[in-house]
Structures are given as structure tokens and as C-alpha cells.
């Protein structure tokens, strides 16, 4: 399935338009140090920051002395990790919180737990927070995927949606799952999202994608790099945003994270390496940015 955004986008008729994303901005400074290199370079279309994240401060810093580059804002209401946890701006006295006085480890518990207020309030102060300290914010999205709805059936896209039409920002919610599985109930959902966010002039992309996230044990560096090609040769006409989590392979990120530290050292390197530069080039890839879908909207509301 895909839409006429293309085209609102004044692409060529057929265009394979891509948005090469980096999440998790502001996690970490592994984290930081490999993002703001790559968007430096270049290699990276856009990033979204974690603004509660103990490391924020110092990626919105950065962000702010760069409007030149697409940084949105990673919503977040979990925090997954065993060792290395954050909390809501909105204090612990709320239904965001575990019983440490965190955000959840799990989408389960937001979803079950979680009230529509709370998120209201919530994610509308880490945006504020991000336009506070001086980042021309460009989209909005969504860390792990909590407000989709997608165990329970429960979503919180609601409260995002009128965040991002009232603040003339789209987000990453894909229209298909097209590349990504036949889960009909899943793809009924989606175009009922999609139906919202269009009734409320909220830009959002085709389809979303990314390569497996988890560590295959034996898989060498070229696996996983050849994996991103093949994905990258399998993009289809319309916007497809592919989300990595690139950061720097490091002591501060094996002591914060439980699993995947060294293939997120990976994601750095294949977004650098010359095959798959070569492999965005041969495949004839549009490189598009989320302010682009920011100033289409906002043209459509003047």
C-alpha cells in the first residue's frame, strides 16, 4: 500500500524514497558520539531524541547548535534496561512509574497501566523540553513502540496525534506492513491509525522498516551488513523510513545495556561502509528527511 506522499513530496512518479533514521539520540554518549558523526557526515537522514535520558542534555545541545539537521523526538514510556534506568519529567507520581519509581520496563505494563492523562502530559513536556532547550524539532516518534496498542489492543495514539497536529509535526507511523508481514489485524489497525492521523492533517510514511535487531550468536559483521543491503535493494515505490540504533561499541554502553552493545557498534560502522554507500547509489534510493514531511504539513494547515 502506498500513498500519494511521493508525489505531495514532488518526487518522480515510481520514486523509492527512503528516510535513514538513527533512534535513541540522547541515550547515551555512545550513543551521541555515533549520531552526531553520522550526521556529520551524512550518513543518516534523521535522528530522534530520548529526552529523559540522562545524556539528553548534552544531544540536544548539539541539536540546537545544528538546525540545519531533522531531529525529532523519540516519546519514550519504558525504560528497558537492568542497570541503567530513566524516569518521567513529570515525577514519579504518576501511572508511568514501576514500583522503583522508573518507567516500565516492558510495553505490557504501560499499556495495562498506564492513564490517558498521564501520557497526555507526559510526552507533551519531553517535546516541550526539546523546543525549550532550543532544537527546531522535526517529527515525533515512539520508543519500542508503546503507544501502538499492539499487545493489547490499548494504544495512546490518541494523545500523540493531537500533540503532533496542534505542534505541526508529523510521525512515524507507517500506513503498511507491507515488507514486513501479513498480520491482517495489525494492518486493519494500522489503516484505522492512519484514517486518525489523516483526519487530523498528521503527516506519516508508507512503511517503516528495519533489519533484525537482536544478536544472532556467529553472525559476523558482513551478515549483518549484507542483510542491510538486501533491505535496502527490497525498498519499494513511496517512503519508507529504516531505523537503526547506531552507537559506539564501548565500556558505557556494555555496562548500560543487557544485549546487543556489539551490533549496535555494527550499525556505525555499515552506515559508513562503501558497499552499502555503493547500494544506495545503485538502487537509485531518494534521500528524503522528516522536514520535508514537517513543511509539507504545515503547508497544508497555513
Given at each position: 500500500?502506498t500513498?500519494?506522499?511521493?508525489?505531495r513530496?514532488?518526487?518522480?512518479?515510481?520514486?523509492?524514497?527512503?528516510?535513514?533514521?538513527?533512534?535513541?539520540f540522547?541515550?547515551?554518549?555512545?550513543?551521541?558520539t555515533?549520531?552526531?558523526?553520522?550526521?556529520?557526515?551524512?550518513?543518516?537522514?534523521?535522528?530522534?531524541l530520548?529526552?529523559p535520558?540522562?545524556?539528553?542534555?548534552?544531544?540536544m545541545?548539539?541539536?540546537?547548535?545544528?538546525?540545519?539537521?531533522?531531529?525529532?523526538v523519540?516519546?519514550?514510556?519504558?525504560s528497558?534496561?537492568?542497570?541503567?534506568?530513566?524516569?518521567p519529567?513529570?515525577?514519579?507520581?504518576?501511572?508511568l512509574v514501576?514500583?522503583?519509581g522508573?518507567f516500565?520496563?516492558?510495553?505490557?505494563?504501560?499499556e495495562?497501566?498506564?492513564?490517558?492523562d498521564?501520557?497526555?502530559?507526559?510526552i507533551?513536556?519531553?517535546?516541550q523540553?526539546?523546543?525549550?532547550?532550543?532544537?527546531?524539532?522535526?517529527?515525533?516518534d515512539n520508543?519500542?513502540?508503546?503507544?501502538?496498542?499492539?499487545?493489547?489492543g490499548?494504544?495512546?495514539?490518541?494523545?500523540?496525534?493531537?500533540?503532533?497536529a496542534?505542534?505541526g509535526?508529523?510521525?512515524?507511523?507507517?500506513r503498511?506492513?507491507?515488507g514486513?508481514g501479513?498480520?491482517?489485524?495489525?494492518?486493519?489497525?494500522?489503516?484505522?491509525a492512519?484514517?486518525?492521523?489523516?483526519?487530523l492533517?498528521v503527516e506519516?510514511?508508507?512503511r517503516?522498516?528495519?533489519h533484525?535487531?537482536?544478536?544472532?550468536?556467529?553472525?559476523?559483521?558482513?551478515?549483518?551488513?549484507d542483510?542491510?543491503?538486501?533491505?535496502?535493494r527490497?525498498v519499494?515505490?513511496?517512503?519508507?523510513?529504516i531505523?537503526l540504533?547506531?552507537m559506539?561499541?564501548?565500556?558505557?554502553?556494555r555496562?548500560?545495556?543487557?544485549?546487543?552493545?556489539?551490533?549496535?557498534?555494527?550499525?556505525?560502522?555499515?552506515?559508513?561502509d562503501?558497499?552499502?554507500l555503493?547500494?544506495?547509489e545503485?538502487?537509485?534510493?531518494v534521500?528524503v528527511?522528516?522536514?520535508?514531511?514537517?513543511?509539507?504539513q504545515?503547508?497544508?494547515?497555513?
Amino acid at each position: 500500500m502506498t500513498s500519494d506522499l511521493a508525489d505531495r513530496l514532488g518526487l518522480a512518479p515510481g520514486a523509492r524514497a527512503v528516510i535513514i533514521n538513527a533512534d535513541d539520540f540522547g541515550m547515551c554518549h555512545a550513543a551521541n558520539t555515533a549520531i552526531t558523526q553520522l550526521l556529520d557526515a551524512g550518513r543518516i537522514d534523521s535522528t530522534t531524541l530520548m529526552v529523559p535520558c540522562a545524556w539528553a542534555p548534552e544531544a540536544m545541545a548539539f541539536a540546537a547548535s545544528r538546525t540545519d539537521l531533522d531531529v525529532g523526538v523519540h516519546l519514550v514510556l519504558t525504560s528497558e534496561w537492568t542497570d541503567y534506568r530513566w524516569r518521567p519529567l513529570t515525577g514519579t507520581g504518576t501511572t508511568l512509574v514501576d514500583e522503583a519509581g522508573y518507567f516500565p520496563a516492558d510495553v505490557l505494563a504501560i499499556e495495562e497501566l498506564a492513564s490517558v492523562d498521564d501520557v497526555t502530559v507526559e510526552i507533551a513536556a519531553q517535546l516541550q523540553t526539546a523546543l525549550d532547550a532550543g532544537v527546531d524539532v522535526t517529527h515525533l516518534d515512539n520508543h519500542m513502540g508503546s503507544v501502538y496498542g499492539l499487545l493489547t489492543g490499548r494504544d495512546f495514539l490518541g494523545p500523540v496525534f493531537e500533540l503532533a497536529a496542534r505542534s505541526g509535526l508529523p510521525f512515524r507511523l507507517p500506513r503498511s506492513m507491507e515488507g514486513t508481514g501479513d498480520d491482517a489485524a495489525l494492518q486493519t489497525k494500522l489503516a484505522e491509525a492512519s484514517a486518525a492521523a489523516d483526519s487530523l492533517g498528521v503527516e506519516i510514511i508508507d512503511r517503516l522498516w528495519s533489519h533484525p535487531f537482536e544478536e544472532v550468536p556467529g553472525e559476523s559483521y558482513e551478515q549483518i551488513r549484507d542483510g542491510f543491503i538486501a533491505l535496502l535493494r527490497a525498498v519499494p515505490a513511496g517512503v519508507t523510513e529504516i531505523y537503526l540504533h547506531p552507537m559506539v561499541d564501548d565500556d558505557e554502553l556494555r555496562a548500560a545495556v543487557d544485549f546487543a552493545a556489539a551490533k549496535r557498534g555494527h550499525e556505525l560502522r555499515l552506515l559508513s561502509d562503501p558497499a552499502v554507500l555503493q547500494a544506495i547509489e545503485d538502487e537509485g534510493l531518494v534521500r528524503v528527511g522528516w522536514r520535508d514531511l514537517r513543511d509539507l504539513q504545515r503547508s497544508r494547515r497555513a
